[in-house]
């Protein structure tokens, strides 16, 4: 039997959700995609902190992520590394042709606002690229800060990955100024994989206008042309679609504010479970995301043997280290439709293992 996931992505998918997205198909031309893509976008507004559209893209979130580049960058861009994934925002800028520097930081440590600060004011950068929730590693950067540094340098675009943050805490993408705030479903909205949501500010949209070689499949304008007809530029993943308008009715009925402190106790249980069994957190203290855990791997636990148990006597799924972390340390989902007593259910099944062991 499949196990059930508490990785940091994809997680669990319901069965309601399943039998939202086996909908009956319909066109994605005619009225009645248009009253379905028409009827995300209140509460899609309502996550990400916007009044702006937020476009629906058939794709993993890195499609959005290199697409921002592709609309927006001019001259070079700057991206925050502190983990696998940041890092590899570096590598694709560079792949893509543009020139790019970094500020590196420690894996398990976050960004510093200054020295953000201090990195754009040698001048040259029109781009800057930042990860909220940097899965990689359970770090949860101070969005509000690095924010108010890169918005204090005019015409610096600045593009945040909330793929891990997205509906646990708030965003306030408008409020921020981020310029474009992306995120995937797999992850805190438990959808399937393949559809990344963004939302672009009205300075970036007119960066994009005057950008050449943007492409077509991530075109920023293509996106704003089609929402204007509540469409997209290109056939879309209409089940997800469906499942995607169920998941936000559910955070509707839930109410987000109840939605986010549910996920801060999740979390918060996974800690405890931690600091009980002597697991460290590999995320420092005040920079932790509420949808996963990182912990450490203590010298001599047989982390391979603990992730088979579990899966092999409790049918549960948890993820070791990513990366250079990999065998080192080991993350725990709390996010998407976990309450007190699912998780519970982990760390009663987690707890059985180490007893085991």
Not at 60 to 88: H, I, P, Q, T
Not at 319 to 336: A, L, Q, V
Request: aromatic share 10%.
């Amino acid at each position: 039997m499949t196990p059930k996931l508490f990785s940091p992505g994809p997680v669990d998918v319901s069965p309601e959700t399943f039998a939202a997205m086996s909908h009956t198909m319909i066109g994605h031309r005619g009225s009645d995609f248009e009253a379905l893509y028409a009827s995300l976008q209140p509460g899609l507004k309502e996550i990400f902190g916007t009044a702006r559209p937020v476009f629906l893209s058939t794709s993993s979130a890195w499609g959005m992520m290199e697409g921002a580049l592709r609309n927006l960058v001019r001259n070079k861009v700057l991206c925050l590394c502190c983990g696998a994934f940041s890092d590899k925002w570096l590598d694709v800028a560079k792949k893509c042709g543009y020139e790019a520097e970094a500020i590196q930081v420690e894996w398990g440590q976050a960004i510093d606002p200054e020295a953000v600060r201090a990195k754009l004011s040698e001048g040259g950068f029109d781009t800057v690229t930042f990860i909220h929730s940097e899965t990689s590693t359970g770090v949860l950067n101070d969005l509000t800060e690095i924010c108010k540094v890169v918005k204090s340098f005019p015409d610096t675009m600045l593009v945040v990955d909330t793929v891990s943050s997205l509906s646990t805490v708030d965003i306030d993408a408008d409020a921020n100024g981020i310029d474009v705030c992306l995120a995937g479903v797999q992850k805190a909205l438990a959808l399937p994989p393949g559809l990344a949501l963004f939302a672009v500010s009205e300075a970036a949209m007119e960066r994009a206008k005057d950008t050449p070689n943007r492409g077509y499949y991530f075109d920023f304008i293509e996106f704003a042309k089609n929402d204007e007809k509540n469409n997209t530029p290109t056939t879309p993943c209409i089940a997800t679609l469906f499942g995607l308008q169920y998941i936000l009715e559910e955070i509707s009925k839930e109410g987000f504010a109840t939605r986010k402190a549910r996920h801060a106790k999740t979390n918060t249980m996974i800690h405890a479970w931690g600091a009980k069994h002597g697991f460290e957190l590999f995320a420092p203290d005040g920079n932790r995301s509420f949808a996963l855990t990182c912990f450490t791997t203590p010298e001599g636990f047989d982390l391979s043997a603990f992730i088979k148990a579990l899966k092999t006597k409790h049918n549960f799924l948890i993820n070791g280290g990513y990366g250079k972390i990999k065998g080192t340390t080991f993350r725990i989902s709390n996010m998407g439709n976990e309450t007190e007593a699912t998780m519970q259910e982990l760390i009663d099944a987690m707890d059985d293992v180490l007893a085991q062991s």
